[in-house]
């Protein structure tokens, strides 16, 4: 962007969802917004897989997680990864009760936590779609594909459905690419700019790894 002259900046804010099988702090855990990386790669560290053993994943309380960070400060795309579909609504009922858990929760065990109130992932898209956020959905498992077009294609137009293949070599590169296009795309530049932003990253990028 410098190199284009073009006076413009981002956030990106990660966000990692289980299930209801974990504990709340562990059903949705996010970074804070930032511009540096090293924040970015702080928190990523300190993230460890757990849970997800019942049923689907949680990719409605991601959902309506993005839409309630918008409600306090606009944002502009959600770009979701993830290896399972979402809940069902009668998914979501017995996970919150507890009973993916071998018991049962107490009423109001999710009242102090963001996820007071149940939603589903299709009441969350259709808040997106009206807020006019694209859902870029990525899935790393082909039992995923269906739900995360359906994500993608009810959350409005400009979003993206396709598959990432965590067995190929090139996935982290192939992800970064993807990821870095969205973000340029929705800094609203012309085509132009957005065609440089493209091109000086891509050779930024491969002369980096042949660094490295």
Not at 85 to 98: E, F, H, I, S, Y
Not at 128 to 145: C, G, M, N, T, W
Not at 178 to 205: C, H, M, P, V, W
Request: charged residues 25%.
């Amino acid at each position: 962007m410098k190199a284009a002259k073009v006076d413009a900046a981002f956030e990106l804010q990660f966000t990692t969802f289980r299930n209801y099988d974990c504990e709340p702090d562990q059903l949705l855990c996010c970074s804070q917004w930032a511009k540096r990386p090293d924040e970015l790669r702080l928190f990523l560290q300190n993230v460890r897989a757990c849970g997800g053993t019942h049923w689907e994943e949680a990719v409605e309380v991601a959902l309506q997680y993005a839409n309630s960070e918008n409600s306090r400060n606009p944002i502009s795309q959600v770009i979701l990864i993830g290896d399972a579909a979402p809940n069902t609504q009668d998914q979501v009922t017995t996970g919150r009760a507890g009973q993916s858990r071998g018991g049962k929760l107490p009423s109001d065990y999710w009242q102090k936590t963001p996820m007071a109130e149940p939603t589903f992932w299709e009441i969350e898209c259709e808040k997106l779609r009206k807020s006019e956020i694209p859902v870029h959905a990525f899935y790393v498992d082909p039992s995923a594909q269906a739900s995360f077009a359906n994500i993608s294609q009810k959350a409005g137009e400009g979003g993206v459905c396709r598959d990432l293949d965590m067995r190929n070599p090139q996935a982290a590169t192939i992800l970064c690419n993807l990821l870095t296009n969205r973000i340029l795309e929705s800094l609203g530049q012309t085509e132009e700019e957005k065609k440089l932003f493209k091109d000086l990253y891509l050779k930024t990028y491969a002369d980096a790894r042949i660094m490295h």
